[in-house]
């Protein structure tokens, strides 16, 4: 682990203090601390953009201290924020809002996730509403964990599909595969090659298109029944090859091209004569 990781997992769930006038900090890091929240001291605005960067638990900021000239970096850290976080706010107001400037007002509202709690303040309000904003964001952090999962997920199964399409494409037999309810998604090279179609017009049901009329009502038939009972799917129909003739082709299951559990798939094998010898190098 980096120093920098470190000290982001340290910071994760801590309460970064901005409070640069009197004891304000001071007293407030004194009472997190007693109650066993940890807390890091901000000198100025720059410095808790820059812990807002390193992602933080909670921003505990005076009224004050979001009026000086460099806001406007304060503002940047919070827009580069990942889609997932949204570092909650608690600003200690001077007073009630009729007291408060219109400037004053402005920097408050563009927090976007702030609560406002007037002073003077009792220690009990700020440590609820400390454990309170830190409760949320625990769940940020859930909902970020959660999308990094799913993004390592899609990762895998993408190089998964990406090995299975050059094993099937490496191969002389046709190739193809169904979703659990039958849909067709995938053919291999071969498959395109021997009929002559367009890559993706025989998915779905549109694969039947393929086979010899006279073969359709059979063929259809044992599909349905291979769906229903899970027993493996082979049969020998003609299909129609690139240059309009039909041609003779076994079709048998395949183990070894099934992507995902309950996926129906198989290989195809062209007859090269009448008296049933079947070829895997005959697709030209």
């Known amino acids: 682990m980096t120093d920098r990781s470190a000290a982001r997992d340290d910071l994760a769930l801590a309460v970064a203090i901005l409070a640069p006038r009197g004891r304000d900090a001071a007293v407030a890091a004194a009472l997190l601390d007693k109650v066993g929240i940890a807390s890091v001291q901000a000198r100025d605005l720059p410095a808790l953009a820059g812990l807002v960067g390193v992602t933080i638990g909670v ?14 970096l304060l ?3 919070l827009a580069d924020q990942p889609s997932w976080s949204d570092v909650p706010f608690i ?20 927090l976007q ?9 009792h220690a009990e309000e700020l440590v609820r509403a400390v454990r309170s904003a830190l409760k949320a964001r625990a769940r940020q952090y859930e ?18 599909e990406a090995k299975f399409h050059a094993i099937a494409d490496s191969v002389d ?33 549109a694969w039947a298109g ?43 299951p395949s183990l070894s091209a099934t992507r995902r559990a309950g996926s129906p798939a198989g290989t195809a094998a062209a007859r090269t004569s ?11």
């Open 59 to 72: 921003a505990l900021v005076t009224e004050e201290a979001l009026v000086a000239a460099d806001e406007g």
């Open 75 to 77: 503002q940047q850290a």
């Open 91 to 110: 600003v200690l107001a001077n007073g009630t809002s009729r007291h408060r400037s219109d400037r004053a007002k402005a920097r408050i509202d563009a």
């Open 113 to 121: 996730n702030g609560v406002v709690l007037s002073r003077p303040l």
């Open 143 to 160: 909902a970020r964990d959660r999308m990094h999962e799913l993004q390592t997920r899609e990762a895998q199964l993408h190089d998964s």
């Open 173 to 205: 037999q046709m190739i193809w595969s169904t979703r659990p309810d039958g849909f067709h998604d995938y053919y291999n090279h071969r498959w395109y090659e021997f009929t002559g179609v367009p890559e993706g017009s025989t998915d779905g049901e």
């Open 210 to 252: 393929m086979f010899h009329p006279d073969d359709q009502d059979r063929t259809w038939a044992r599909w349905r029944q291979s769906l229903e009972t899970g027993q493996p799917y082979e049969i020998e129909y003609r299909l129609r090859h690139r240059s309009g003739e039909y041609r003779w082709v076994l079709v048998a």
């Open 274 to 284: 009448t008296a049933s010898r079947w070829s895997r190098n005959s697709f030209s």
